[in-house]
Every structure is written in structure tokens, then in C-alpha cells.
């Protein structure tokens, strides 16, 4: 229902003067003014339309934003047999093609899935466009339902924005391989806090028991009926480039904010050697998974940079994984070594930030790190400000380029330093700054020692926030096999040819001198 401001009633004429009123016109007076008033009251409340609210969620009146347009694109399949698609992105995906002549509707409501009865319309033009003018949105609902409507097709229900909330939280989350379970207890650990107008949770879940098919979901409270499927992709391959690039600006660009969070869900194993079996977004299916430079240049294509880039995946917090994403996001959240399958806990994170919104993006963090931590306390994890990656890369390399220059003296102090380095479920990981600490310990020479110095340091600087279970764990690990080359990744690609030893190539230097 509408709401309307407070207004007093119209004053009523008195009679004229000229003599004294009777107790019976005062009496009048008196009952003709309650009446008056209270048409005047009703006036004031009456519905404009019909309210619906979702299940669970308060029927209240909520006051309507003033008048605007909701504008967005209506895509056609190439291929028979698909669905209509109703987006606010400009470009269509691969696979489809502008629909002209398309009607698209506004009904007045946003979660509900009750059919309701269409307020506004508009035909989409040669391009797929469409602008319903004159609306006039329920306030503080981030996203509303539109329905297109063509010829040919069932009817495509489709979000587009209405507002702009504080958080967006999108999770990529790959099911499709062994993995598929666990995927539906996060789910429900999301479902504990759900969405609001503030903090939203939209999810893309992919499943192997389903054979690879893929939805995307509007995470609501458990009481309101839990995940809300938007739209229903098929069968997609969630290790390819394109698949994580539509979602993320699909996701962007229905629920805008001020602030996202992007979380990576599924196997990780940071950079890894070809013999070792897991990967960044392993799919069962395609039989692919995606590398590291893929990963990134699906990132950078966000619309609006990610304020934190989480791995809920294992072995991510590595230093060559943090360089390589180092332009993407803001900070990053991993761990450095690889956790239970359950994953994070998500209402223990999800739960402070749905409580305060205008938490910030280091405090998230933090409070990432400590809901983890809380959950698994032998598990290290890290918060990582990438602006501060390129340094450790860079004194990574200095100290590479010194350890190099002293190998044959300090051979013995430097492979013993390395053994009793604190490393993870991959022995090729090590705590960087750990091995640092125990070279400087055990070799005296000044230059030495101020290497390892300023790479423990430019360490600290960027693993702002760590906790590590009273461990050797300090937030980052670096590649630092025991075994000779050639390092190939699952792809076959050589390490040489990863961003963070073409920037810091004495650092591959030393692994090669170390390894001859």
C-alpha cells in the first residue's frame, strides 16, 4: 500500500455569527466533523493496488520510490528449443540474439511468485531494449520482476535493478564434480541470514547430479523459502572463461552496490604442478579446469572491481596466485592450506555483515578470516591487500637474486632452512615468510639478512590480517619445489610463463640454482 504524509483534516466553516448555537447544531457540528475526518483518514490509507509480500517477509506498507524507468533487454536462443532471456545487459550472451517485439511487463511486485496482473508494459526494439516509463517501485526492494512475452516462446521472467544496496555477495559455486553435496549445506547456511535490501546473496550453482546444469539464485531466510531460482542455465561448463565472466556482470548488473564481495567456490591448489590432480574450478563434465590467467582475465571483466575476492577453495593463499589477481579486486581471502569440503561457514560471515551493512570491506575481511578460523582452528587463513603484492613480488625476487649470489657458501644453511620450512597439503607450498625468518636466523651476512628482512616485512604489509592457529603460517605461501623442472601447471603451461616469475624471474632463477 501507498503511505502518504500526515496531513490535518480541512477545517470546517463555523457557523455564521448572529446569534448564540444550539445544543443541537453544536451536536451536528461535532458528529458531521468525525465523519469528515474519518472519510479523511481512509482517503489517506486506502491501497493503490493490490500488496503482496513474499512469504515470510512483513506485509506492512511499504511507501513507493518516486516515478522512474526500468529499462533492461529481452534475448532470443539462436538455437530452437531455449527460453527467452530478460537482463540489464546490453550485450546478448553466447548463444542468443536480440528479440524484437517482445512485450515485457511490470506487475508491481518483486520476490513474490504469485501471477499478478501487468501495470506497465513496453515493446522491445531491434536491439532487444525495452524501457517500462512511469513506474513507481516499492522502496528499499534492490531488484523487481519484469515478464517478457514473444511469439514462439514461453513467458521469461527476468530481474532488473530498482535501487542499490550496500553488499552484493555473488557466489560462483561449482557443483560439477565431487563437490555437488556440500554445495546444497552452504546453501542452507546462507538461508540462516538470506537476503535483504542491504546485504544481497545471489548464488550460481552448478551440479554434477544434474549433469552439469546450472541456476542462479536469489538466497532468501529459510522462513521465506529459502534459494529463489531466477533463471535456469542448462548445462554450462563453469571451468570456461565465459561462464564466470556472464555471471559476474549479470550478477553486477541486477543487484548494483556500493560494495561486492566475489567468492570462488569449489577445489583450488593455487599453482599447481601437472602431476597434481585438483585445480581452480574443476568441471566433471567438460573435463576442463581453468588456469590461473583465464581466472584472471574473467575478473578484470567485472564491471565494478570486486572490493574482496574470497576462495572458498583450498591452497589459494599463495603469492602467485595474489600477483596474478593482484588488479582484480581490492583484497583477497584464501587459506594456504586445504580445508574440510563443508567449505566456510556462511552464516558466521554472512550474519555480522547482514547485521551491520555498512560494515567495511577490511572488516569483512577480518571478519571472513575469523568465521573460518572459529570454525576450523588448525586451518591458517589470511586477508591480503593486492595493492600490496606487487612489493612482496618484487622482494621475493631481491631475495631470490641473493640467495642465488651466496648458494654454494650457504647451500647447506639454506636447503636445511627449507626442510624445516612449514609446508602444506602440496609440499611444493611453502609459508614464505617463514622460510624467510629461518634464513635470516641461520645466516649471518648482512645482505642476507636484510633480504629476507624486507621480504618478511612486504609480507606482513600485505597479509594484513591473518590467524594461523599458533602455527609457522603468516599468510602467503610461494612455489618452492624440491624437485627439478620443468613446473608445469594442469594445462601444461610452464611456471616461467605465470605473472608473478615473469615480474620476479631471480626468484625462478633461485628454484632452478636450488634445484640443478
Known amino acids: 500500500m501507498r503511505t502518504h504524509e500526515a496531513l490535518s483534516p480541512p477545517p470546517l466553516t463555523p457557523p455564521a455569527r448572529g446569534g448564540e448555537i444550539s445544543a443541537r447544531d453544536t451536536s451536528v457540528y461535532k458528529a458531521v466533523s468525525t465523519l469528515l475526518f474519518l472519510v479523511f483518514l481512509w482517503g489517506c490509507t486506502v491501497p493503490a493496488s493490490e500488496s503482496v509480500a513474499p512469504s515470510g517477509v512483513s506485509s506492512l506498507p511499504v511507501p513507493a520510490t518516486p516515478f522512474q524507468e526500468l529499462s533492461g533487454y529481452v534475448y532470443a536462443p539462436l538455437s530452437p528449443g531455449g527460453s527467452l532471456l530478460v537482463t540489464p545487459q546490453s550485450l546478448p550472451p553466447p548463444g542468443y540474439g536480440p528479440a524484437q517485439g517482445a512485450s515485457v ?3 508491481g511486485d518483486s520476490f513474490s511468485l504469485r501471477s499478478r496482473r501487468a501495470i506497465s508494459t513496453a515493446i522491445t526494439d531491434g536491439s532487444g531494449h525495452f524501457a517500462i516509463s512511469s513506474v513507481s517501485l516499492p522502496a528499499g526492494v534492490p531488484s523487481v520482476f519484469v515478464v517478457a512475452t514473444l511469439s514462439g516462446y514461453p513467458p521469461a521472467r527476468g530481474l532488473l535493478p530498482a535501487g542499490k544496496s550496500a553488499w552484493t555477495v555473488l557466489v560462483y559455486m561449482d557443483g560439477t564434480n565431487d563437490l555437488d553435496t556440500f554445495g546444497d549445506l552452504d546453501l542452507n547456511e546462507m538461508a540462516r541470514i538470506g537476503s ?22 536469489y538466497v532468501r531466510t529459510s522462513k521465506e523459502g ?12 563453469m571451468a570456461s572463461v565465459g561462464t564466470l565472466k556472464d555471471f559476474l556482470a ?10 561486492y564481495l566475489v567468492d570462488l567456490w569449489n577445489h583450488g591448489a593455487g599453482w599447481k604442478r601437472q602431476d597434481l590432480r585438483r585445480g ?6 567438460s573435463g576442463h579446469i581453468l588456469s590461473l590467467p583465464l581466472l584472471e582475465q574473467a575478473l578484470l571483466a567485472c564491471p565494478a572491481k570486486p572490493d574482496i575476492l574470497g576462495f572458498d577453495a583450498s591452497l589459494m593463499g599463495m603469492i602467485e596466485v595474489a600477483y596474478q589477481v593482484r588488479n582484480t579486486a581490492t583484497l583477497m581471502v584464501a587459506t594456504e592450506e586445504s580445508p574440510p569440503s563443508e567449505g566456510w561457514p556462511y552464516d558466521l560471515i554472512l550474519g555480522p555483515l547482514a547485521a551491520n551493512p555498512s560494515m567495511t570491506p577490511e572488516n569483512l575481511a577480518k571478519t571472513m578470516v575469523d568465521g573460518n578460523v572459529s570454525t576450523f582452528p588448525t586451518l591458517p587463513y589470511s586477508a591480503v591487500r593486492l595493492q600490496g603484492i606487487a612489493d612482496a613480488a618484487q622482494k621475493a625476487g631481491a631475495f631470490g637474486k641473493v640467495l642465488t649470489a651466496n648458494f654454494a657458501p650457504f647451500a647447506v644453511q639454506i636447503r636445511a632452512a627449507r626442510n624445516a620450512t612449514k609446508t602444506y597439503k602440496y609440499p611444493d607450498f611453502a609459508d614464505a615468510w617463514d622460510f624467510a625468518d629461518r634464513i635470516r636466523s641461520s645466516i649471518a651476512q648482512a ?5 629476507a628482512t624486507d621480504f618478511m616485512t612486504s609480507i606482513e604489509n600485505a597479509a594484513f590480517y591473518e590467524k594461523a592457529a599458533g602455527d609457522a603460517s603468516h599468510g602467503l605461501t610461494i612455489f618452492f619445489p624440491v624437485t627439478k ?9 610452464d611456471y616461467s610463463t605465470m605473472a608473478f616469475p615473469l615480474f620476479a ?3 625462478h632463477q633461485f628454484l632452478k640454482t636450488y634445484n640443478p
Do not use: M
Request: charged fraction near 15%; avoid cysteine; hydrophobic fraction near 40%.
Open 105 to 107: 511487463s511490470y506487475a
Open 250 to 259: 549479470w550478477g553486477q548488473g541486477t543487484f548494483p552496490a556500493d560494495h
Open 505 to 507: 624471474p631471480d626468484w
Open 196 to 217: 535483504s535490501s542491504s546485504v544481497q546473496i545471489i548464488v550460481q550453482q552448478s551440479k554434477l547430479s544434474l549433469g552439469g546444469r546450472a541456476r542462479r539464485l
Open 280 to 285: 581452480i574450478f574443476i568441471d566433471d563434465v
Open 485 to 493: 623442472g620443468p613446473w608445469l601447471d594442469f594445462n601444461g603451461n
Open 226 to 237: 529459502g534459494a529463489l531460482e531466477l533463471q535456469n542455465l542448462g548445462v554450462v561448463d
Open 447 to 451: 645482505d642476507i639478512q636484510q633480504a
